[in-house]
């Protein structure tokens, strides 16, 4: 068996034959193994969805318990037979609940690590590079450009602003699963104790974060309908990208615009949204982290998915390793 017989891509995603089984499929297919809950991954409207405890949660936060007519918990390390094929699933490092999906048969494994990073994050597992024959790598941030920062340094960037402008309200622009648990995470790691506001859009992932033992510390809604109270000038307020051009920001103390996001880097993209604070705080592996756990993996093939392809694909071929780009659809940086 060679690695296009185990694995191959299909309009509906990549698909394995011999389990017969996709991994992340953009429509709906009879049995699904989802990697995270970020939405250009997990669909609903699947037969059957083998993922993780919490990205199973996550998906019926979002979609409803209905979303799948099946549902399989995959435990971290533990590998399951589906059809004759070895599954594992092993943590990712990119929000709560993400996997990297091993997948195994006649002496060959393929690893589909979905989205991910190795920088550190106290809202979810550390990805874990695993020995593999093919690995199939996002290529989100793939151009030597994008090496990302500290993610402290930008918070204590945040945190500066706030001092030197405590009569303005600092709204922090970040993806609503995964980026804003993380923003508030890493805020309180840094020794801000204070109330923090959030989005209606953020309360019900927020809660779940706590409930599976992050810890995020004192939230409050930044609004409450029939109220006309605003948070006090110089307080965080975090918030789902969209709603930072709306009416809904208009109604805070002279805001003050924040973003969270990879693409900072950009100065481009910074003037294009009128960010005011930039923050380069990337849930996506960076150029250093791609090529590193290329490497850390062992992997004699890579396949280069959803991003700056082209250029992966290059270095890889640099460097000795073959690689091809997979041009699937429908996966987007949403989580950026």
Same mark, same amino acid.
């Given at each position: 068996?060679?690695?296009?017989?185990?694995?191959?891509?299909?309009?509906?995603?990549?698909?394995?034959?011999?389990?017969?089984?996709?991994?992340?499929?953009?429509?709906?297919?009879?049995?699904?193994?989802?990697?995270?809950?970020?939405?250009?991954?997990?669909?609903?409207?699947?037969?059957?969805?083998?993922?993780?405890?919490?990205?199973?949660?996550?998906?019926?936060?979002?979609?409803?318990?209905?979303?799948?007519?099946?549902?399989?918990?995959?435990?971290?390390?533990?590998?399951?037979?589906?059809?004759?094929?070895?599954?594992?699933?092993?943590?990712?490092?990119?929000?709560?609940?993400?996997?990297?999906?091993?997948?195994?048969?006649?002496?060959?494994?393929?690893?589909?690590?979905?989205?991910?990073?190795?920088?550190?994050? +106290?809202?979810?597992?550390?990805?874990?590079?695993?020995?593999?024959?093919?690995?199939?790598?996002?290529?989100?941030?793939?151009?030597?450009?994008?090496?990302?920062?500290?993610?402290?340094?930008?918070?204590?960037?945040?945190?500066?602003?706030?001092?030197?402008?405590?009569?303005?309200?600092?709204?922090?622009?970040?993806?609503?699963?995964?980026?804003?648990?993380?923003?508030?995470?890493?805020?309180?790691?840094?020794?801000?104790?204070?109330?923090?506001?959030?989005?209606?859009?953020?309360?019900?992932?927020?809660?779940?974060?706590?409930?599976?033992?992050?810890?995020?510390?004192?939230?409050? +809604?930044?609004?409450?309908?029939?109220?006309?109270?605003?948070?006090?000038?110089?307080?965080?307020?975090?918030?789902?990208?969209?709603?930072?051009?709306?009416?809904?920001?208009?109604?805070?103390?002279?805001?003050?615009?924040?973003?969270?996001?990879?693409?900072?880097?950009?100065?481009?993209?910074?003037?294009?949204?009128?960010?005011?604070?930039?923050?380069?705080?990337?849930?996506?592996?960076?150029?250093?982290?791609?090529?590193?756990?290329?490497?850390?993996?062992?992997?004699?093939?890579?396949?280069?998915?959803?991003?700056?392809?082209?250029?992966?694909?290059?270095?890889?071929?640099?460097?000795?390793?073959?690689?091809?780009?997979?041009?699937?659809?429908?996966?987007?940086?949403?989580?950026?």
């Amino acid at each position: 068996m060679n690695a296009r017989q185990l694995l191959r891509s299909r309009p509906e995603g990549l698909y394995c034959p011999s389990g017969d089984f996709f991994i992340d499929p953009v429509r709906p297919v009879e049995r699904a193994l989802i990697t995270h809950g970020h939405s250009d991954h997990a669909r609903a409207g699947h037969g059957a969805v083998m993922a993780t405890r919490e990205t199973l949660d996550i998906m019926g936060l979002r979609y409803g318990t209905g979303f799948a007519g099946r549902m399989q918990e995959a435990r971290l390390g533990e590998t399951v037979t589906v059809n004759g094929v070895r599954v594992t699933f092993h943590p990712a490092g990119h929000v709560l609940g993400s996997a990297q999906i091993s997948v195994e048969a006649n002496g060959l494994r393929i690893v589909a690590s979905g989205d991910y990073k190795r920088s550190r994050d +106290p809202t979810c597992a550390a990805f874990e590079p695993i020995t593999c024959d093919v690995f199939i790598t996002e290529a989100t941030f793939g151009l030597p450009v994008f090496t990302h920062p500290d993610p402290a340094h930008e918070i204590s960037q945040l945190l500066t602003s706030l001092k030197q402008f405590p009569e303005r309200t600092h709204i922090v622009g970040a993806y609503s699963l995964g980026k804003a648990q993380r923003v508030i995470a890493l805020l309180r790691e840094a020794g801000y104790g204070e109330t923090i506001y959030i989005h209606g859009a953020l309360a019900r992932l927020c809660a779940y974060y706590e409930e599976t033992g992050v810890p995020l510390g004192p939230l409050q +809604p930044a609004t409450v309908e029939g109220k006309a109270d605003a948070p006090p000038a110089g307080a965080i307020v975090v918030a789902p990208p969209s709603a930072m051009d709306d009416r809904w920001s208009r109604r805070f103390a002279d805001p003050l615009s924040c973003f969270a996001s990879g693409w900072m880097r950009i100065r481009q993209r910074v003037r294009q949204r009128g960010v005011e604070l930039p923050l380069i705080i990337s849930d996506h592996a960076d150029w250093d982290e791609l090529t590193a756990s290329i490497r850390d993996t062992g992997a004699s093939e890579v396949w280069v998915t959803h991003g700056r392809e082209e250029a992966l694909v290059r270095w890889c071929e640099l460097n000795g390793i073959s690689a091809r780009p997979l041009h699937l659809a429908g996966y987007e940086d949403e989580a950026e």
